[in-house]
C-alpha cells in the first residue's frame, strides 16, 4: 500500500530552527510536495522536490533523497505565525496526490 | 472572484438529506479535485476530473458524485447524507504548468 509518515506534533522556541520529517512508500514518484495550513485554513503550498537535494526559498527549506523515500521540511527563524500544520504529500505513477496526516507544529515565545 | 472558491461554508445536514457542495475556479486549471479532511488522517480523495467532460474515482468515492459540465465548476453531491460524512471538504484545483494544487476555503459539514 501506499504510505505517508510524518510527526504528528512538534514545539519549537521563535527564533530557534526546526525540522520536520517525511518518509513515504508510493506506488511510483512524481514529486514531493510541502504545503501549510492554518488551523481552520485550506492548505497552501510551500514547496515542490522532484529530484534530490536541497530546495531553498527564503526562510523555508524543502530536501529529498527519493533512494530513501525520505524528505525534510526546515523552518529558520521561526516566528510565532509559523504555528501551523505542515502537510507532505507525494505524487504517485498516476499523479495523484497521496497525503500524509501533518505535523502540528507549535511555537513557544 | 479570484481564485477557488466553495459554498456553503458550514452546513449542518439530516441524514439521509441530499446535498451538493459547490466549487467554482476562474484560473482555467484544467483538473480539479474534491478531498475530504478528518481530524488525525491525511487529506483523502473523494473525486477528480483531469477535464471538462471526464470524472475520475479517488480512494473514497462512495456515497459521493461528481459532475464537470464545464471547466470552472466541479459541484460534489452527497445522494443520501451518513453521519461518517461529517468532515471539512476542500475542493482544490491544478493547471498544465505545474502540479501545483491550489485550495478552494473549505465546507465544514456536519451530519446528524
Known amino acids: 500500500g501506499q504510505n505517508i509518515d510524518q510527526p504528528t506534533e512538534m514545539t519549537a522556541t521563535e527564533g530557534a530552527i526546526v525540522q520536520i520529517n517525511c518518509t513515504y512508500q508510493t506506488s511510483g514518484f512524481n514529486g514531493l510536495f510541502w504545503y501549510q495550513q492554518h488551523a481552520g485554513e485550506a492548505p497552501t503550498f510551500l514547496s515542490y522536490n522532484v529530484l534530490d537535494g536541497l530546495e531553498e526559498k527564503g526562510r523555508f527549506s524543502s530536501f529529498l533523497s527519493r533512494s530513501k523515500g525520505y524528505s525534510y521540511l526546515l523552518l529558520k527563524e521561526l516566528q510565532m505565525k509559523d504555528s501551523a500544520s505542515y502537510l507532505c504529500?507525494?505524487?504517485?505513477?498516476?499523479?495523484?496526490?497521496?497525503w500524509g496526516a501533518g505535523t502540528k507544529l507549535i511555537i513557544k515565545p | 472572484i479570484a481564485g477557488i472558491t466553495q459554498a456553503p461554508t458550514s452546513q449542518i445536514l439530516a441524514a439521509g438529506r441530499r446535498m451538493t457542495l459547490r466549487c467554482t475556479q476562474d484560473?482555467?486549471?484544467?483538473?480539479m479535485y474534491w478531498y475530504r479532511q478528518d481530524l488525525g488522517l491525511g487529506l483523502r480523495l473523494i473525486h477528480y476530473s483531469n477535464t471538462a467532460g471526464t470524472t475520475g474515482k479517488g480512494e473514497v468515492p462512495d456515497g459521493y458524485s461528481v459532475s464537470r459540465a464545464n471547466t470552472d465548476d466541479f459541484p460534489l453531491t452527497l445522494a443520501s447524507a451518513v453521519p461518517s460524512q461529517t468532515s471539512v471538504y476542500f475542493c482544490?484545483?491544478?493547471?498544465?504548468?505545474?502540479?501545483?494544487?491550489?485550495f478552494g476555503p473549505g465546507t465544514r459539514l456536519t451530519v446528524l
Open positions: 504529500a507525494v505524487m504517485d505513477s498516476n499523479y495523484q496526490l497521496i
Open positions: 482544490a484545483s491544478s493547471g498544465r504548468e505545474s502540479n501545483e494544487q491550489f
Open positions: 484560473m482555467r486549471h484544467n483538473a
